[in-house]
Structure formats: structure tokens, C-alpha cells
Antibody
Framework: QLQLQESGPGLVQPSETLSLTCTVS??????????WAWIRQPPGKGLEWIGI???????DYNPSLKSRVTLSIDTSKNQFSLRLNSLTATDTAVYYC????????????WGQGTLVTVSS | QSVLTQPPSVSAAPGQRVTITCSGS????????VSWYQQVPGTAPKLLIY???RRPSGIPDRFSGSKSGTSATLGIAGLQTGDEADYYC???????????FGGGTKLTVL
């Protein structure tokens, strides 16, 4: 079945840029009926939608993060990626990737998540 | 402050039924499908309900969903201790042009 796996650094310095990759296995990232999402969860807090990207490269971002976020997709590698710049301690969170369904907007499956700590 | 509003916590005894509400607006729940997720601490969220009231394969029929106007409700019948988790509602907001979640509800099975 489809599986997603996040990868990237666990510790990033303040003011620097976070780069995370989500690798999709057990299926193709090229799907006209699905999109690919990033979500984060600060420690002890709720879920926050970061943004989505389709297999054509079309994106939508959370307005509160839009100025700092870039999503990209590499269909040849079955991967999609997140870049978040100008990091502060408030960006410390578990970052999840997931597959979403166009027009229905449910997310399934999710990756296991990766904890990113912003600290010097 | 979340776009969707959920009660911070609910509790009930084993075997009983509990409901969790999710309140939104005409730009999100009022016009889009609602999904529900279960998150056991330390693990990734899992899809419980999609398209307001449909259950993915493998989700028991003790879990149900409904939507009316700008609110949605998750129902859990025959509560088990294994149901203790955080529950989140989610949907799309057409004004924001982004997905949104509720703040989450912690379920305690007494």
C-alpha cells in the first residue's frame, strides 16, 4: 500500500532554511485526483496545514506561512519537498507529509512525521 | 486560534457514546467536506471519517460522522480504552485558499 516517509535534519539554526523531503513508495506521485501536503504540529499543540502541491507543480499555501514556504515536486523520484526559511523557535514542530484528495480534502496516508528543532 | 472550533476535551465511561463537535463557517464546513482524524500520542494522525460521514476500510462502524450547516460531529459508540486519543476535524477554507484543522479534542475514557 502507499507509504510516505519524511527525511531531513532534526536540528536547524535560527534564521536558516529548513529543507524536508517526502518519499512516496507503493504508488505513483503522479495522480490527477490527489495532491501532496505538508502539515506540522508544535510540541503539545494542534495540527497546522502548511501547504499542498499537485503533480503538475500547482501549489496552495497557508497564508500565515506563504511568505516563507516553497513546495516542489520531483515526479521522476516520486518525491516532494518543503523549504521553510527565516526559521525561529516557533517553527519547532513535528512535520508530516500526506496525500490529499482533490475536492474532498481528506488526508490519507500520512508519513510518520519528523521532529525539527530550531535552536542554536 | 484555529479556524475550526472543537471542545478541548470530552470524557465518558467504557461502553458509552460520546460526540465531538467541530464548528466552522460558510467558507469552510458550510461548503466543503469534513474529515476526522485520530491521533494517539507519539504517532501520526489516522483518517477516521472522510466526506462528512464515510469510513475508510478498517475503521469500525462505532465511529460515525455527520454535518449540518457549518458544523460537523464525530460520534464514537461503545467506547473502549483504546479510543483514548486526540481527535481533529479538518476541511478546506475557500476564503483562505488552504486547508484548516480544528484545535483538537482529547478523549478520555474513564
Amino acid at each position: 500500500q502507499l507509504q510516505l516517509q519524511e527525511s531531513g535534519p532534526g536540528l536547524v539554526q535560527p534564521s536558516e532554511t529548513l529543507s524536508l523531503t517526502c518519499t512516496v513508495s507503493g504508488g505513483s506521485i503522479s495522480s490527477s485526483s490527489h495532491y501532496w501536503a505538508w502539515i506540522r504540529q508544535p510540541p503539545g499543540k494542534g495540527l497546522e496545514w502548511i501547504g499542498i502541491i499537485s503533480d503538475t507543480g500547482s501549489t496552495d499555501y497557508n497564508p500565515s506561512l506563504k511568505s516563507r514556504v516553497t513546495l516542489s515536486i520531483d515526479t521522476s523520484k516520486n518525491q516532494f519537498s518543503l523549504r521553510l526559511n527565516s526559521l525561529t523557535a516557533t517553527d519547532t514542530a513535528v512535520y508530516y507529509c500526506g496525500r490529499g484528495k482533490h475536492d474532498e480534502d481528506w488526508l490519507d496516508p500520512w508519513g510518520q512525521g519528523t521532529l525539527v528543532t530550531v535552536s542554536s | 486560534q484555529s479556524v475550526l472550533t472543537q471542545p478541548p476535551s470530552v470524557s465518558a465511561a467504557p461502553g458509552q457514546r460520546v460526540t465531538i463537535t467541530c464548528s466552522g463557517s460558510r467558507s469552510n464546513i458550510g461548503v466543503k467536506y469534513v474529515s476526522w482524524y485520530q491521533q494517539v500520542p507519539g504517532t501520526a494522525p489516522k483518517l477516521l471519517i472522510y466526506d462528512n460521514n464515510r469510513r475508510p476500510s478498517g475503521i469500525p462502524d462505532r465511529f460515525s460522522g455527520s454535518k449540518s450547516g457549518t458544523s460537523a460531529t464525530l460520534g464514537i459508540a461503545g467506547l473502549q480504552t483504546g479510543d483514548e486519543a486526540d481527535y481533529y476535524c479538518g476541511t478546506w477554507d475557500i476564503s483562505l485558499g488552504a486547508g484548516v484543522f480544528g484545535g483538537g479534542t482529547k478523549l478520555t475514557v474513564l
